[in-house]
């Protein structure tokens, strides 16, 4: 049987990458870290780590039994949590990821309500794009989750989700472009002209787009800071397609946008595994779908 403190290093070095941030993060000495990943090497009878210099990265085997350890831990933080409601221990703390526009925009308003509603629960809050939040789900280290996807995006494995926004999409252009003066977005006018885009995510939702349209955009640069492509975009070095969400946390004074139609992205709330959730994660679950479907 596989010792859960050895399982625990291995997840902890798949998910940090050095084993020095490994034993930070589950507050070991690196030496304990090492013991216990030597120790899982021999009684699993896997080759789990490969040398690098002087550092360490799994193998393939490592790999596998990382991410299903991952899942182990995570439901094991469930059943934890899940114990302590039903037996009062529950203290109402629940960990939250969102991703950083909603962050800044539906959370504070969510936060507000649950004071007013809830005013037991305390809150921790981490800002995580959807793949991280998934991950940190599945590894127990979040209770619940505000992520976001395209339409065609599938949910990862494990994760239940459940729309409560619709964020529209807009083309972005610098003050004093033809995009200013557009009524009606066709992005086939823009088919010369260099693009700027954001995470792997919106980038693989903007191809899908323009090839909609019938043209492959001309990439010019890509940041997963929506502050800094509006930059670019003010500058005149290109236009990009944006979230609602992201231009109400900040627009650049610099650029002018316009809804292209029929384009959005889902806002969901996501959870790992299958209900009953502890009370209090059911509460900021409603409150956050609450906030969001009301689009403050």
């Known amino acids: ?5 050895r399982l625990e290093a291995l997840v902890a070095l798949h998910q940090t990458g050095t084993v020095s941030a490994a034993a930070a993060r589950l507050h070991y000495g690196q030496p304990t870290v090492s013991h216990h990943l030597r ?23 490592g790999e596998r039994l990382a991410r299903r350890g991952e899942e182990v831990l995570g439901l094991l933080a469930r059943a934890e949590a899940e114990l302590a409601a039903a037996t009062g221990l529950q203290s109402g703390r629940v960990r939250l990821a969102a991703f950083p526009s909603g962050a800044a925009t539906l959370v504070p308003h969510a936060v507000a309500l649950l004071a007013g509603q809830h ?3 305390t809150l921790d ?5 959807p793949p991280e939040a998934a991950a940190l789900l599945r590894a127990g280290s979040i209770d619940v989750a505000l992520t976001f996807a395209y339409p065609d995006q599938a949910e990862p494995d494990g994760i239940a989700s459940t729309p409560v926004h619709d964020d529209p999409l807009f083309l972005v252009g610098a003050v004093g472009s033809d995009v200013a003066g557009a009524e009606a977005v066709d992005l086939a006018r823009y088919a010369e002209t260099r693009w700027i885009t954001g995470c792997e995510r919106c980038r693989r939702e903007l191809l899908a787009l323009c090839a909609d349209a019938g043209f492959e ?3 010019a640069f890509a940041s997963d800071d929506y502050v800094a492509v509006q930059s670019l975009v003010a500058t005149g070095l290109g236009v990009t397609v944006l979230p609602g969400l992201a231009l109400r946390a900040h627009q650049h004074a610099g650029v002018v946008r316009r809804p292209v139609p029929g384009a959005y992205r889902r806002v969901q ?22 906030v969001a479907a009301a689009g403050r």
């Open 269 to 290: 709330v996501s959870t790992y595994g299958a209900p009953p959730h502890p009370p209090a994660v059911d509460a900021v679950a409603r409150v956050l779908a609450q």
């Open 125 to 129: 809050l981490t800002e995580a794009e």
């Open 217 to 219: 955009p001309l990439i």
């Open 119 to 121: 005013p037991g629960i």
């Open 39 to 61: 120790r899982l090497e021999a009684e699993t009878g896997a080759v789990l780590l490969q040398r690098v210099g002087r550092g360490v990265r799994l193998t393939p085997d």
């Open 1 to 5: 049987m596989i010792d859960l403190r």
